[in-house]
């Protein structure tokens, strides 16, 4: 049976989870680089991107977003690729439409910021739409549900993306910003202007994606929730972000004092609590689409998704410490509160 559309669940009043982050994933799990950041592991272990793809929807993932973000011409071009980039879009999506069929949740494509857009550069932009045209026709090909084009610094670039998407895909579009640290695109509009424009266009889902982490992202929802009518959406990356360091990109590693970006993001992440705190707060002001992009992993996608009532699979697994032999308390023979002691002080 085919698993209910993104629009028939939005419209209904569900929440929609996603897992998203396979880029800082694989590159932590040592089968991408960071710099280059192209997915070159679908062509070289793409068993393991089937293996994430049902680790994320075990943790509770509704989708499986097929890896082909920067698996676009311009990046495999800067990395001498070109030649694998149709084989490159194939083959993720199939990968992706296979799990998505044999867990029955939806499978998404997926374009992002071109690397070659540019305001006022007329063949920027008719570069821009062949790229985004030939993935959106891939992933039609290859049975996506629907699009997501994410990750734009630029509106007009994130309209062309949509644009695309309504001409050469015929599918359902969520459309989201980047969300950059001074709060504007590129091309001077604010976070809440941006997706009221994409909106405005036809886009079904508008928000944010990507840079900030939950805590310096949240503030732009409430307002985004207001001004737009539709399902918005909110992925933030899994850092530990604030007013003064408000993207991962600022972030700077305490224990060195230099930008921990990329390599030593992980000594900032977001503790379970923050998440299961962020997908709460989604859901009391309206973000139907909750998802999770940098440096996201299956255990913080089963916060999202417990926070959204469900079971998942692997909600059999969750944290239950009174079964811990100290931490429970409850097993005499080890003396538990001596043990506690020991570990504590
Ligand atoms: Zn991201």
């Known amino acids: 049976m085919a698993a209910k559309g993104l629009l028939e669940r939005l419209k209904s009043g569900e929440n929609v989870v996603v897992a998203e982050g396979y880029l800082f994933e694989f590159e932590r799990r040592g089968y991408l680089k960071a710099g280059s950041f ?11 991107v089937k293996g994430l793809h049902e680790e994320f929807v075990h943790a509770g993932s509704d989708v499986v977003l097929a890896f082909t973000y920067y698996g676009h011409r311009e990046k495999l071009r800067q990395c001498g690729r070109e030649r694998d980039l149709e084989k490159l879009n194939v083959t993720a999506l199939k ?14 494509g997926n374009i992002c910021n071109s690397c070659v857009y540019e305001v006022g550069n007329p063949a920027s932009i008719e570069t821009t ?15 996506a549900d ?8 630029n509106v007009g670039e994130a309209l062309l993306a949509l644009e695309c998407i309504k001409e050469y895909g015929k599918v359902p579009a969520v459309i989201t910003m980047g969300s950059s640290a001074n709060g504007l695109s590129s091309d ?13 266009a036809g886009a079904d889902v508008v928000g944010l994606n990507c840079t900030r982490g939950p805590a310096t992202m949240m503030p732009f929802l409430g307002e985004i929730r207001q001004q737009c009518k539709g399902p918005i959406a909110a992925l933030p990356v899994l850092y530990r972000t604030t007013p003064a360091q408000p993207t991962m990109q600022s972030l700077i590693n305490p224990e060195t004092g230099k930008y921990a970006f990329p390599s030593d993001l992980p000594a900032m992440a977001c503790s379970r609590t923050a998440v299961r705190e962020f997908a709460r707060e989604c859901l ?3 973000v139907q689409y909750i998802g999770l992009c940098c440096g996201n992993s299956p255990h913080y996608i089963r916060e999202v998704a417990e926070e959204c009532g469900r079971s998942p699979p692997a909600s059999r697994y969750s944290p239950n410490m009174s079964e811990h032999y100290i931490f429970g308390g409850n097993v005499k023979e080890y003396h538990a509160k001596t043990l506690l ?3 504590r002080t």
């Open 38 to 48: 192209i997915p070159e592991v679908v062509l070289e272990h793409p068993e393991k």
């Open 95 to 108: 990968i992706a439409r296979q799990v998505a069929d044999d867990t029955g949740t939806l499978m998404a």
């Open 129 to 143: 739409r062949n790229m985004f045209k030939e993935q959106i026709e891939w992933a039609v090909a290859g049975g």
């Open 146 to 153: 629907y699009i997501v084009a994410e990750t734009f610094h």
């Open 188 to 200: 001077g509009f604010t976070h809440v202007e941006a997706s009221r424009r994409l909106e405005e």
């Open 284 to 286: 009391k002001i309206g």
């Open 341 to 343: 002691n020991e570990i």
